[in-house]
């Protein structure tokens, strides 16, 4: 007999690094929820990948993305800074998701 005991993950809080790299992974998700309907059309095939320290992390699904992203950062870094608890971010930085090629 298999043990069925399910339990609700969205109210886990394990202890130590673990704990660290869920609570980054919530935040990480809440900012991206709340930059996707700010970002422009131009803007619509990249996503938030990382924030560490006062920059902000782009990945670009596509190289032509990635090239329009870039030539905009200072328009990108404007709208990051609109999120709540974005605002002190000092650098943009867009990548090329190199995995789906």
Request: hydrophobic content about 40%; overall charge positive.
């Amino acid at each position: 007999m298999s043990d069925k005991l399910t339990t609700n993950l969205t109210n886990y809080t394990p202890k130590g690094e673990l704990g660290e790299l869920l609570a980054k992974a919530k935040a990480h998700n809440h900012f991206d929820t709340q930059l996707q309907p700010l970002l422009v059309v131009q803007f619509k095939d990249i996503r938030l990948c990382l924030i560490e320290g006062n920059v902000v992390t782009f990945i670009a699904s596509n190289a032509s993305a990635a090239f329009r992203a870039n030539k905009q950062l200072p328009k990108l870094l404007e709208i990051v800074k609109q999120v709540d608890g974005l605002s002190t971010i000092e650098k943009v930085v867009v990548k090329l998701n190199n995995s789906q090629t």
